[in-house]
C-alpha cells in the first residue's frame, strides 16, 4: 500500500530555517511529480513546492526565494529546504505525490508534520 511519511517539523524562531523531508512507500516506481502543500489555521491548502521526477521545480508566490525543493528518485524522498522562514509560514506541511497527468486532488497526502514560527 502506498503512503507518505513527513519528518523534520518543529517550532523555529523568524529569519532561521527548518528542513521537512518525505519518504514514500509501497511503490514500485518513482512518481512523476512530489511535492508539498501546506494549510494554516482557519486557511485553505495552499501549494508550497514541487518537483517532477526529470529535476523541475515549482514554487508557490509566498515561499519562492525562501524555499527549496529536491527530491532523490532512487530513494523516493522528497524535502523541503525552509530558509528565512515567516511567522506567516506557519502551518500543517504535507507532502503529496502524483503521476503525470492526475490532479494533486487526487494525489497520495502524507498525514502532516507542524511547522511553528515564532516571532
Known amino acids: 500500500q502506498v503512503h507518505l511519511v513527513e519528518s523534520g517539523g518543529g517550532l523555529v524562531q523568524a529569519g532561521g530555517s527548518l528542513v521537512l523531508s518525505c519518504a514514500a512507500f509501497?511503490?514500485?516506481?518513482?512518481?512523476?511529480?512530489m511535492g508539498w502543500h501546506r494549510q494554516a489555521p482557519g486557511g485553505e491548502r495552499e501549494f508550497v513546492a514541487s518537483?517532477?521526477?526529470?529535476?523541475?521545480?515549482h514554487y508557490g508566490d509566498s515561499v519562492e526565494g525562501r524555499f527549496t525543493i529536491s527530491r532523490d528518485n532512487r530513494k523516493n524522498t522528497v524535502d523541503l529546504h525552509m530558509d528565512k522562514v515567516r511567522p506567516e509560514d506557519t502551518a500543517v506541511y504535507y507532502c503529496?505525490?502524483?503521476?503525470?497527468?492526475?490532479?494533486?486532488?487526487?494525489?497520495?497526502w502524507g498525514q502532516g508534520t507542524q511547522v511553528t514560527v515564532s516571532s
Open positions: 503529496a505525490a502524483r503521476e503525470w497527468g492526475i490532479q494533486w486532488s487526487q494525489a497520495y
Open positions: 518537483c517532477n521526477s526529470g529535476g523541475t521545480t
Open positions: 509501497g511503490i514500485s516506481a518513482p512518481f512523476h511529480t
